[in-house]
């Protein structure tokens, strides 16, 4: 055996093998592996734009919290306000409907001691004439009888101021 030949024949059946897998082998395995380098790239790109919008994103929602809560603080200010008028103004109302019931019952006072003097009045009125008849009835003298209306006149008109 020639070892010679053998290992030439094995260099050529090798470079024949090389050959033929970087002919016909080889460019589907690397266009297969460009292909995915490029995917892979394109996803890393993309994740990349998506984490950037993400944050962009997030920056928004942030912002929008704060308008949305600043909003709030001013409906929630706006109705505080709200809220005193309306107080204040039940206030005043109730200070008016108090100041109009008061004077209602003023009158109403005054209306009664009113009406009470005059039956009083009235009262005494016939108690002097009562008492007038039955002066004269006993038939007491006219000196008598003018002193005692005289006492008279002068209680009532007293009574009247």
């Avoid at 080889?26 to 292909?35: H, K, N």
């Avoid at 995915?36 to 996803?43: A, D, F, H, T």
């Avoid at 990349?48 to 929630?76: F, M, P, T, Y």
């Avoid at 009470?116 to 002097?128: C, F």
Wanted: with cysteine; glycine share 0%.
């Amino acid at each position: 055996m020639n070892l010679n030949a053998t290992i030439l024949g094995q260099a050529i059946s090798f470079v024949l093998f090389v050959w033929f897998c970087m002919k016909y082998i080889w460019p589907p395995i690397i266009l297969t592996i460009e292909t995915r380098q490029k995917e892979i790239e394109e996803s890393l790109i993309n994740s990349k734009k998506a984490q950037d919008e993400l944050c962009v994103l997030e920056k928004k929602i942030q912002q929008d919290i704060i308008e949305a809560k600043q909003k709030a603080s001013n409906i929630l200010n706006e109705a505080n306000k709200q809220k005193t008028l309306i107080l204040e103004e039940a206030r005043k109302k109730a200070l008016e409907e108090t100041k109009k019931i008061l004077l209602n019952a003023q009158s109403e006072i005054e209306i009664s001691t009113m009406h009470a003097r005059k039956n009083l009045h009235k009262e005494v009125v016939d108690l002097s004439l009562a008492i007038a008849e039955k002066i004269i009835k006993k038939n007491i003298s006219k000196d008598d009888n003018q002193n005692l209306l005289d006492q008279l006149i002068v209680s009532l008109s007293q009574v009247k101021n």
